[in-house]
């Protein structure tokens, strides 16, 4: 079995266990309740228990890999994970399961992260995207089980089995893990502890507060006094995260208007969502006397959405751009939300709920896809760990504060003493859960509109623009490449007399501003290398920060093809520098291939590395012909 495939088959199946314990406790509350005889408060500490922890520690648990060993601390972080579904399955009252649950979310957070590490560095580059696809799809069909796995184990073995199900595939993958995973370390070293006991105490601070105040209680000492401790502390985490060496969660991506209106959209949306699904399954078994078995099944018109519709949702991303996308998705939320409060009364028939529990899950599938390629798309190559972890900690936090907010909203009007009880608590958090995700439209609307790209051949006049552009990756690879590489490559591209002979060099615009460019060799300049048919050539495509997830590379891309079928060429051979282009998953998406024979065959002609200075790649795509087929 190859290294990959083992990567694949025990991250994945770790990231399942974690995914399936978000929602499978959910169905379970109601009797999890009154077997140890919790109240409301005690309910939201059982699902945020989990959420906080994991929220908090997540970008320290990326850090922990680097530093200690990423196979040794993804199998700490399972073993911890494990200990703590055996705990959580033993508890005798609420407070045990809230601290065993703490410590499910404190493994998850440091094996999680991990897990998508180890698996992108062990998958092919050619498949990579492909393969960070099945692994987010194995955790989506976690999600999805969750509900229903849950209800089921509570109504035929007890709540409890919901937390045995983890021991013993625990206790497998934790030795297979730490036998068959090849050990790694990263580049960054130090860990912020300093930002990571900040915001776990702000965060911790502001969600007691909320889960204690109950809907009633705020002018209690305790909770004035947690609130202020909690936003000071999380403004003291801003103010360091501003000045520390080494920021968990590096302040300056908020300067970029694209990863802050993303965020903020998703906090909303993620928070309105979650603590409406909260009260739902409160609503289908206390209300609607389901047993937990039957409210899994009736969760079921919302959870297997973002299966189906989630790739489709990529599709059109691509094609619609992330804007309108995240608007209707974060749009279709509220609507559901609002369909929900708006129907329900006590005696209510499900059927009632199911058009907005739909439009729940529609809006999660479009939302998804979009949302992540924007952050990524807003932040340079090398920080795009750092951003996502980013965003998952800002998605985890929002699900911890949309229950505690929604939930005391619940508690100010209504309780869970009688279906009329709940019903009245129930409609005005939902309805304050859609006025969340409707602010959370405009937050989408803020995101910038996608410019139009135009593509040209470059002039003298461009010369200080491309420079920039050269400058701005410099700046971002600065410490990677060695100097003097960077100098032989300046000087190449930047040479446009002789590219005037050889070549053309094409400059990408966007509102009048150079924002990337891309090196053309038609056939008639370039040697045929014994080729047949001879073929077209690119290189060196590099696309300014600023304007990343803006489709310039794509443009680019588009524009070299063009020229390549004007040249006559059947071949076109892009070669690059792997730092400087656009993602790997471009290639795949427009159906190019890995080219090691493109490489060879210019070393065997000029009788050196010339393609080897840096860490070059080429790919081709055989170019269709006139009457269709390629020649």
């Known amino acids: 079995m190859s290294l990959f495939v083992r990567t694949f088959a ?50 320290a648990g990326a850090a922990l890999g680097d530093r200690f060993g990423r196979r040794r601390m993804f199998a700490i972080g399972l073993a911890l994970f494990t200990a703590g579904s055996a705990a959580a399955a033993l508890a005798p009252d609420v407070g045990a399961l809230v601290t065993a649950r703490a410590v499910q979310g404190a493994g998850g957070a440091i094996f999680a992260p991990l897990s998508m590490t180890m698996l992108s560095a062990a998958a092919p580059a050619a ?152 009260l739902v399954t409160q609503l289908l078994q206390t209300g609607l006397s389901a047993s937990p078995l039957q409210a899994g099944l009736r969760m079921l018109p919302m959870v297997v959405m973002p ?44 059927g009632a709920l199911v058009p907005g529990l739909i439009m729940l899950g529609t809006g999660s599938a479009l939302f998804f896809a979009p949302a992540a390629a924007t952050v990524l798309g807003a932040v340079a190559p090398g920080e795009q760990g750092q951003a996502s972890g980013a965003a998952t900690a800002v998605r985890e936090i929002a699900v911890v504060l949309g229950v505690a907010a929604i939930s005391s909203i619940f508690a100010a009007h209504g309780d869970l003493g009688s279906p009329a009880r709940l019903v009245a608590g129930f409609v005005p958090a939902l309805w304050v859960g859609a006025a969340l995700a409707g602010t959370g439209v405009l937050a989408a609307l803020a995101l910038p509109r996608p410019a139009g790209v135009r593509v040209r051949t470059a002039g003298r006049g461009d010369h200080a623009a491309i420079r920039r552009v050269l400058s701005a990756a410099y700046a971002q690879y600065a410490g990677k490449v060695a100097p003097e590489v960077w100098d032989a490559y300046r000087a190449d591209l930047l040479d446009l007399d002789r590219h005037a002979c050889h070549g053309q060099l094409l400059v990408a615009e966007v509102d009048g501003k150079i924002a990337g460019y891309a090196a053309f060799y038609p056939d008639a300049t370039v040697q045929n290398l014994g080729w047949p048919g001879g073929w077209a050539g690119g290189r060196g495509m590099g696309v300014h920060p600023d304007f990343r997830g803006r489709g310039v590379a794509n443009a680019l891309m588009a524009a070299l093809e063009h020229r390549a079928r004007e040249s006559g060429a059947p071949v076109f051979a892009f070669h690059t520098s792997g730092f400087m282009t656009a993602a790997l998953a471009l290639y795949a998406r427009l159906g190019y291939r890995r080219a090691p024979e493109f490489d060879r065959d210019m070393n065997a002609y000029y009788g050196h590395e010339a393609c080897r200075p840096w860490a070059a790649l080429a790919y081709l795509k055989y170019l269709p012909a006139a009457h269709g087929g390629t020649r």
């Open 10 to 59: 025990i991250t994945s199946s770790a990231w399942f266990l974690f995914a399936l314990d978000r929602l499978a406790v959910t169905t379970a509350l109601p009797v999890i309740r009154t077997d140890l005889g919790a109240g409301l408060a005690g309910a939201e500490w059982t699902v945020n228990a989990y959420t906080l922890p994991f929220a908090v520690l997540l970008l």
């Open 127 to 278: 498949r990579r995207g492909a393969v960070l696809g099945a692994w987010g799809g194995v955790g989506g069909l976690g999600v999805a089980a969750g509900p229903l796995l849950g209800g089921a184990l509570t109504s035929l073995a007890g709540w409890q089995w919901i937390f045995w199900l983890n021991v013993p595939l625990g206790l497998v993958l934790v030795p297979v893990a730490w036998r068959c995973l090849r050990e790694s370390h990263g580049p960054h070293d130090r860990l912020d502890l300093r930002g990571v006991a900040l915001s776990g105490a702000g965060v911790s601070g502001v969600v007691w507060a909320v889960i204690q105040a109950g809907g009633d209680g705020w002018a209690r000492p305790d909770v004035v006094v947690a609130l202020a401790f909690g936003v000071l502390a999380l403004v003291l985490f801003v103010v360091w995260e501003t000045r520390a060496p080494a920021p968990m969660l590096p302040m300056r991506f908020f300067r970029h208007r694209a990863f802050a209106a993303a965020n903020l959209t998703a906090l909303l949306k993620y928070a309105a969502l979650f603590g409406a699904l909260f």
């Open 307 to 350: 299966m189906l519709l989630a790739p489709l949702a990529g599709v059109l991303s691509d094609r619609w751009g992330a804007r309108p996308l995240m608007a209707l998705g974060v749009g279709l939320v509220a609507t559901g939300l609002a369909w929900l409060a708006a129907v329900t009364a006590p005696g209510v028939a499900y």
